[in-house]
């Protein structure tokens, strides 16, 4: 019998890209597998998706879901949705939306138990088939936890595959805060660069196409080894050049470390706080907690991040498997 698999998800100023980026790598990595493929999306998120580097596969259907108040009555829509389509497949539902709580599972497990859940907190109750979450948790973490899921946890399930690491590493400095940066952390962070003396270093600046803050950025740079990037580019190519970069605690994060990119983190979430403490002691990143302390102390954080030796170990939990893990687990 044929797989279809329909993955609820949305994209938008306030959340980012990092939900729709993570769910259109497992859409098409399953796609390869032969799984029908349908994204249940609203009209904004829609408008949205076309803006970032992921492009949709011609062989995606986009099924439009109205921006509701109600959990309940997404769901209900939800099922609406997917019975309107009248597949004779098996079906799968997979969730990355973290105001879709356990009203909204229980749902759709009445009519489609093969669910599939996405998350990044451990404190958060839920109900389906499979769960997913890539940060460093254990089972024991998961303080809702129920015997009859199947929990895959850790950073071997990171949905991402790199291209073949390049050997050489240059001085540049990824600053890049999510396609929003809903906190306006690229502007502050520059100010604080621009009383730095730190010619020595390239700083890319990545803004995201949802960052509505470029011609703002753009005039307060002051130095010459600034390039601004606002266009769809291969972030793969810039961590394979750069030895640091300045962002926050998603996807980008996790991307980051796959490249053995030394991070320098800022928390904007409170689901990031855990997975950069752990980190940090770890010694995978440097972590700048505290974002309110007052700009003489930043401004000595960053210089001791720049002039700080780090030796990137090679053991690195996140290989090229994280894709096909997870298809296996879901495919078993």
């Known amino acids: 019998m044929s797989k279809s698999i329909f993955f609820r998800f949305e994209i938008n100023k306030k959340i980012g890209s990092g939900h729709a980026i993570r769910c259109l790598r497992i859409a098409k990595y399953l796609c390869e597998k032969k799984f029908k493929i349908f994204l249940i999306i609203s009209n904004k998120s829609l408008i949205n998706l076309k803006k970032i580097p992921i492009k949709i596969n011609g062989s995606f259907k986009v099924l439009k879901i109205r921006e509701y108040d109600s959990i309940i009555k997404d769901a209900q829509n939800t099922v609406n949705i997917i019975c309107n389509q009248k597949l004779n497949s098996q079906i799968y539902v997979f969730k990355d939306v973290y105001k879709l709580d356990l009203k909204w599972d229980n749902i759709i497990m009445k009519k489609y138990t093969n669910l599939i859940i996405l998350d990044d907190f451990v404190d958060k109750k839920h109900n389906c088939k499979v769960y997913i979450n890539f940060n460093p948790y254990k089972y024991k973490q998961i303080k809702y936890s129920k015997k009859h899921i199947k929990y895959l946890l850790g950073l071997k399930y990171f949905p991402y595959a790199k291209k073949k690491l390049k050997n050489k590493k240059k001085n540049n400095c990824l600053i890049y805060f999510g396609a929003s940066d809903n906190k306006n952390l690229t502007i502050k962070i520059i100010k604080i660069l621009n009383r730095l003396n730190l010619s020595h ?44 970069m300045i962002g ?12 053995k990119v030394y991070p320098l983190i800022i928390p904007t979430h409170n689901n990031h706080i855990d997975s950069c403490i752990y980190l940090s002691k770890r010694k995978k990143i440097s972590s700048l907690k505290d974002f309110k302390m007052n700009n003489e102390l930043k401004k000595k954080y960053i210089l001791r991040y720049f002039n700080t030796p780090v030796k990137r170990s090679n053991n690195n939990s996140i290989d090229n498997n994280g894709l096909k893990r997870i298809y296996n687990s879901i495919n078993a």
């Not at 390239?202 to 307060?220: D, E, S, T």
């Not at 926050?248 to 490249?259: F, I, Q, R, V």
């Open 248 to 259: 926050t605690g998603g996807t980008s994060l996790w991307e980051a470390l796959a490249h």
């Open 201 to 244: 270093i390239n700083f890319i600046i990545i803004v995201g196409k949802l960052n509505h803050n470029k011609k703002n950025i753009k005039k307060i740079i002051q130095f010459k080894n600034y390039t601004i990037i606002d266009k769809f580019i291969n972030l793969e190519n810039i961590y394979n050049n750069c030895n640091f």
